[in-house]
């Protein structure tokens, strides 16, 4: 018997290549192409009165200088709002150049093309841009006053608001025993993968034919909208995806500035031209997210069960809105976690500031919305004196409940209907595995010893592997190696492991022999790309069902050239037998052989096929009316809805009574995505994502000034966790099948880094015995809030409260 | 505003030899090209990656006569004269040296990008420290920015090259 691929922690077969320096991403390629560089904005509001280039014509190296009015057709034009909604009522997207007008510093203004990266800059350096500036906004709070706007045509700063509500919230508040509210705010952050974006692009002039490679997270989507731009027909663009250093949503953006100026400058020069991205570039110019404030009003009953949620909230979009309103939206919906609140009103309203603009960063929103809800728990069971994790059990869903309509609209415009999932089940085993119940006697310990330590609990609910679908491709080849391919991309998710070990298993052959290939639209020209979580449930169930197909021709082949019943055979190590009969059989090879009638036979596999040849019968056409000549298999898998994976997190931090400073000591994780495909790449996907959220929670802001000027735009200054920063994660699963899809899988990756700003937030608001409302939280940050305290600006716990008093009597 | 203009001269450039990986090598480059430059596009050696350019994130590290240093932080003519290991020094698919090899055993990396300055830094530090604790090598990665790992399996990856290290040692004594 073939062993068992899906669901084994096998090594990753990308891992050797990688190790060894052979990975190619995007600046590995291209060594004799032109290079890009661009004169961004130095102004977050301004309008452009003059470009002089004048000085920079001189450069050595130059190749051209072309500002806006140089960009012909659809490449002048504004660039496109990816995905409107009836409620963004005031869109903007800015254009390939900056048109008249900059939103924000690093806005490009000027693109120049010379032999090398080098001389690019140095014209960039003496190419003169003069500016009248306008009012700046920045910060959500200026944003609200709206005293000076961003865009004219958005009154208010104000380009989305949207109001959803389930139930008559007005009066279940009115009639809740009791009520609180809560004022909370979450600062930008951004992707920050450590390769930045990057493109290259190479015009065939025989051919008329454009391939363009892209650090991206979707191939087809890049493919299109180039084409669409430089008014050329699909058929005369490729798109490849090399490798790519991470994503984490950033590279779902497209197209960006630069993935339309590329290929047309390289069309118009008829040579190679290639740009990639520098770290300030990535900074001032790609994509942040998280930056909302918040307003949470809560009705709740003795026991903790909330009867009324009404919550406000007001998230900072940047300057422009391409990839419109889907944070906000996931914000507002995916804030309900595990739990089923009697009533449930959320209003939101999308801000423009002149800052970079705001697309998914993984989670997507989902942060954002787990820090209100799971702060609320935490206010709602310090409240009434009920223990934290408690109050949270009384407010699940149960599975029993599932499939659980919320009566809400998802991102994807689908019902917000979770599939299933054990929340009791999983809360329990956080518990024990943070020993939660034994965290009292802990924390006596420590403080006669002078610490300080606090519990903190986060749990959420993830919708993963949105549609619209993914498709998939499986080629056998006569020698028996399996070609696998599917059109979304790969950022380090390991899909050339996961995917083949699926492929594997539903053909019977060995993984050796599998080989996937994603993102390059000449392999698969159908595809939506790599985001939401999707790619494992999209692509992973295309895959199977590509294969299926594919063995189902095989077996139909087989069957015919061994003369016996399609249902007595098996496929066993890419070897085709009969049950219980070892010399009557085929390798798959030879089945492929024969799919394909030739003329000619020119191999040893051919040669081998023609003992099954059959008996040759002249009134049959050597390929079937219903058939195709091939061993493939292609299909596409297309989901009615989302599928919903869910986790809970348990932190154990300690704070520093003199210095404030901030350590995690532990760092829990439950974690369900359904049935996984490979243990080890998920466990890896849940490191990672804490990490993001560890830094998020403790060291990443985006520090603007009021001008609107990033101060903190390197590495050296944006404090990405190190080694040294990220705690041990102890993780463990619970394995909730989706009901939803042939594998029963749903995503993992963006699940890690959801709750964690909620996490810490508890441990530090328990350690330290007043509440934390505004994350991410510094040494400094909590030491003024300390003061605060002291002060009586800022009330204690009740719980602390109630200890002392328990104390002093 | 078209303002396509023909090439100009390029810039007066140096020869810069040095040896990479035990192999002599020679170009001729402006005085200011980044030494991760020189070997990435001069060169072609293309697993040495560049992820800041300033210094911070440690993808670019090399080994400069054995001791870890950032090559985008070194001009190509600094190197001359010296012996300079990339990752492709390292080893190879066929024979993975004991740091690459513990990387794909204890899934050690995601995208890959960050990996060969942590391969050539971990290299270096295990000559130091054959026999490292878990806080050593915790400590001994914390240059090094990686984005995607959470960095807890590349610790394992630490802890394993000096275990598979050793056995190799042990053989080959
Ligand atoms: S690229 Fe050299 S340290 Fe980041
Ligand atoms: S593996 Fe992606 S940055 Fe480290």
Redesign the pocket.
């Known amino acids: 018997m073939t062993t068992k691929m899906f669901g084994a922690p096998i090594k990753r077969r990308e891992d050797p290549r990688l190790v060894t320096g052979g990975g190619r991403y995007l600046d590995d390629l291209g060594h004799t192409a032109y290079e890009a560089a661009f004169v961004r904005s130095p102004h977050a509001h301004a309008r452009i009165v003059d470009i002089d280039v004048t000085d920079a014509l001189e450069t050595p190296g130059l190749v051209g200088i072309w500002t806006h009015e140089d960009l012909d057709g659809p490449v002048g034009e504004n660039l496109p709002l990816l995905i409107p909604h009836p409620a963004l009522i005031a869109p903007a997207t800015g254009f390939a150049l900056a048109k008249d007008e900059v939103n924000h510093v690093g806005e490009a203004i000027v693109l120049v093309v010379a032999e090398n990266r080098y001389a690019a800059e140095d014209a960039v350096a003496r190419i003169r841009v003069d500016y009248d500036f306008l009012p700046v906004v920045v910060g959500l709070e200026t944003a609200r006053t709206a005293a000076n706007l961003v865009h004219d045509h958005a009154p208010g700063n104000i380009s989305a608001h949207l109001l959803q509500e389930v139930g008559d919230v007005e009066t279940a508040m009115a009639g809740a025993p009791h009520r609180l509210s809560l004022d909370l705010a979450i600062e930008r952050s951004a992707c920050m993968?450590?390769?930045g974006k990057g493109v290259y692009a190479r015009w065939d002039t025989d051919a008329e034919h454009l391939t363009l490679w892209s650090s991206t997270q979707t191939s087809t989507g890049v493919r299109a909208a180039v084409a669409a731009r430089l008014g050329l027909p699909l058929a005369k663009v490729d798109c490849i995806t090399p490798d790519v250093?991470?994503g984490f949503g950033v590279k779902i953006m497209h197209p960006w500035p630069e993935e339309v100026l590329i290929p047309w400058a390289a069309r118009l020069l008829g040579h190679d031209v290639k740009w990639t991205e520098d770290r300030r570039e990535h900074f001032i110019s790609s994509a942040h997210e998280r930056g909302q404030l918040q307003e949470v009003e809560v009705g709740f009953d003795d026991e903790g069960r909330v009867l009324a949620l009404d919550v406000k909230f007001w998230h900072d979009n940047g300057a422009y809105t391409p990839y419109g309103i889907i944070v906000p939206i996931i914000t507002a919906t995916q804030l309900l976690g595990p739990y089923k609140p009697g009533a449930y009103r959320v209003e939101f309203w999308s801000m423009f500031t002149n800052t970079v603009l705001v697309t998914p960063y993984r989670g997507a929103g989902r942060p954002q919305g787990c820090f209100a809800m799971e702060r609320t728990m935490d206010a709602i069971a310090d409240y009434l004196g009920v223990d934290r994790a408690e109050v949270r059990s009384r407010n699940f869903i149960l599975p029993e409940e599932m499939p659980y309509d919320h009566g809400l609209m998802f991102q994807d415009g689908r019902p917000l209907k979770y599939d299933s999932g054990d929340f009791p089940a999983s809360l329990a085993k956080l518990k024990a595995l943070v020993g939660w119940d034994d965290f009292a006697p802990y924390r006596e310990q420590a403080a006669s010893e002078g610490r300080r330590v606090g519990l903190g609990i986060g749990c959420y609910v993830e919708g993963t592997g949105v549609g619209p679908y993914e498709g998939a491709h499986v080629v056998i080849e006569t020698s028996g190696r399996v070609n696998v391919a599917t059109g979304l991309t790969t950022q380090?998710q390991g899909h050339q492991t996961a995917f083949a070990q699926i492929v594997a298993d539903e053909l019977g052959v060995p993984i050796e022999t599998v080989h996937v290939t994603t993102g390059d639209t000449r392999r698969m020209a159908y595809a939506v790309g790599t985001f939401a979580s999707r790619a494992a449930v999209m692509s992973g169930n295309a895959i199977a069902l590509a294969a299926r197909a594919a063995k189902a021709k095989a077996l139909k082949i087989a069957a015919d050239a061994l003369e016996v019943s399609e249902d007595d055979l098996e496929i066993i190590d890419g070897v085709i037998g009969v049950k219980g009969l070892p010399e009557a059989s085929m390798p798959i090879g030879t089945t492929a052989v024969l799919s394909n009638p030739l003329r000619y036979a020119f191999d040893e596999a051919a040669k081998a096929a023609t003992q099954f040849a059959g008996t040759f019968d002249p009134d049959k056409p050597p390929v079937a009316d219903d058939e195709e000549p091939g061993l493939e298999g292609k299909d596409f898998y297309s989901p009615t809805q989302a599928t919903f994976a869910n986790g809970m997190h348990a932190a154990i931090v300690e704070t520093d009574p003199v210095t404030a400073e901030i350590k995690i000591l532990r760092y829990c994780v439950i974690h369900d995505c359904g049935t996984m495909i490979n243990p080890m790449i998920v466990e890896g996907q849940v490191h990672?994502g804490v990490a993001q959220g560890v830094g998020g929670a403790l060291y990443e802001r985006m520090v603007y000034d009021e001008f609107g000027q990033l101060l903190n735009a390197s590495f050296m200054d944006f404090l990405i966790p190190y080694a040294s920063e990220v705690p041990h994660v102890e993780a463990d699963h619970l394995e909730t099948p989706s009901p939803l899809n042939p594998l029963g899988i749903k995503g993992a990756g963006e699940a890690g880094c959801i709750p964690v700003s909620a996490v810490i937030a508890s441990a530090i608001e328990d350690a330290e015995g007043f509440p934390i409302t505004s994350m991410p939280i510094s040494p400094g940050d909590l030491w003024e809030l300390r003061q605060q305290h002291d002060r009586g600006e800022l009330p204690s716990l009740r719980r602390t409260t109630a200890e002392s008093a328990k104390e002093k009597s | 505003m078209n303002t396509s203009v023909a090439t100009h001269d390029a810039e007066a450039l140096v020869p810069v030899h040095v040896t990479v990986n035990g192999a002599p090598y020679g170009a001729s480059v402006p005085a200011r090209r980044l030494l991760s430059d020189f070997l990435r596009h001069d060169l072609r050696l293309t697993g040495t990656h560049v992820?800041c350019e300033h210094g911070v994130c440690g993808?670019c590290t090399i080994l400069l006569d054995g001791e870890p240093v950032r090559s985008c932080l070194m001009f190509a003519v600094q190197a001359v004269g010296h012996e300079v290991t990339t990752v492709e020094g390292c080893g190879t698919i066929e024979s993975m040296g004991p740091v690459q090899q513990a990387f794909t055993e204890c899934h050690g990396?995601?995208?890959?990008?960050?990996?060969p300055g942590?391969i050539t830094t971990i290299t270096a530090f295990l000559k130091e420290n054959p026999a490292p604790t878990q806080d050593e090598a915790r400590e001994a990665i914390s240059g090094n920015?990686?984005?995607?790992?959470g960095y807890q399996n590349?610790v394992k990856s630490v802890l394993r090259a000096a275990e598979i290290a050793g056995e190799q040692a042990g053989k080959t004594r």
Request: glycine content about 26%; charged content about 10%.
């Open positions: 993968p450590m390769e250093g991470g380090g990672g | 992820g993808a990396l995601q995208c890959g990008f960050c990996t942590f920015l990686c984005r995607c790992t590349i």
